[in-house]
């Protein structure tokens, strides 16, 4: 029998994602279109468990649209890892009748939702919200489009300085785990070379492709680095390394950090986190839970979130293959 709907709560969770207030706001006002009562806990699964959060209304989310971060704040809670932390959460949750979940974020945030239905039956939508662009089940993730937006012009200006001086920069940018954004704004900003964690590109090979760009005439070169490359230890140690087996590049390293995380979500962005936000709210009120919506082939789909959270999406052979081409 279909479990009636009346209150929903929604969480953004984990890493903050551009993009994710325009999800709140499309499920805040799905929410008002289908005469469903929303509220909105703060600071994630912690504010679940302490009772943290605010009535969201149709035009208490009115301007966010295009607002970077989340307005209901994010954090990673240890005390929901607990049993007792998340049948504090399950309590606040029972004292509020909310009868389902919409939960924004990405690997981390899902694996909660999963445990806390399995304990205590509340459906849950997740919203695939992260700038990695890491989960399976969807093409792209909340976030992802703006931060290789962020990432590429980042890098246009730091080819600037690298051709004024004659430079080889090393630039991180953010994937632990994947390298989307590495790849991608790697191709997009005219990358030398392009280092993964899918990809052991290898020393030897590194320094073999820096020497023929060196004998092909160029000055200056950008490799892009994605944070979880496992050819050094670090960005500055492989730079180090660089620096004494090829003394004729001039070596500098910029770390894009979490400025990669912020800003105003882009077109595609607010577009995405729109239909995901709608998506989820009719999906919970016709009795489905335990799934994700997702973006694929131009449709809005959903897909079992143990299996998304179990997989990962395929880094693009073809397009590493085009970026060999292209660094000549």
């Known amino acids: 029998m279909k479990r009636i709907i009346k209150k929903i709560a929604v969480i953004t969770s984990g890493g903050d994602a551009p993009g994710m207030n325009a999800a709140l706001r499309a499920v805040a006002r799905s929410c008002a279109y289908y005469k469903v009562e929303c509220i909105g806990f703060y600071r994630g699964y912690q504010g679940m468990i302490e009772g943290d959060y605010v009535k969201l ?50 690997d981390g945030t899902f694996t909660g939702g ?15 919200g992260t700038i ?16 290789l937006n962020t990432v590429v012009e980042s890098i246009d200006k730091i080819r600037d300085t690298a051709s004024s001086h004659n430079r080889l920069f ?41 020497k023929k760009s060196k004998r092909s005439g160029k000055l200056s070169s950008i490799v892009v680095v994605s944070e979880g490359d496992k050819i050094g230890k670090n960005v500055f140690e492989l730079a180090e390394y660089v620096t004494e087996n090829l003394p004729e590049y001039e070596v500098r390293v910029s770390v894009l950090g979490h400025m990669q995380r912020g ?32 973006l694929v082939k131009d449709k809005i789909i959903i897909s079992n979130v143990e299996e998304a959270i179990k997989s990962s999406n395929d880094i693009n052979r073809e397009l590493l293959r085009i970026s060999d081409i292209l660094s000549v």
Do not use: W
């Open 57 to 106: 209304t149709a035009r208490s989310v009115k301007n966010i649209i295009g607002k970077g971060g989340t307005i209901l704040k994010s954090a990673r809670s240890d005390e929901f890892r607990t049993k007792e932390g998340r049948k504090k959460a399950y309590q606040n949750l029972k004292d509020l009748n909310i009868d389902g979940l919409i939960l924004i974020g990405g």
């Open 114 to 128: 999963v445990i806390f239905g399995k304990e205590y039956k509340i459906p849950f939508i997740g919203i695939p």
């Open 132 to 147: 990695d662009n890491d989960i399976a089940g969807t093409n792209f993730t909340i976030g992802y489009d703006t931060a």
């Open 170 to 210: 090393f630039v991180e940018v953010m994937g632990r785990d994947a390298g989307f954004i590495a790849l991608n704004a790697g191709v997009g900003a005219g990358a030398e070379e392009i280092l993964l964690p899918e990809e052991d590109l290898g020393l030897d090979r590194l320094l073999e492709s820096l």
């Open 263 to 294: 800003g105003s979500p882009s077109c595609f962005d607010r577009v995405l986190a729109s239909k995901m936000g709608v998506k989820a709210v009719e999906h919970l009120l016709d009795g489905q839970s335990d799934v994700m919506v997702g």
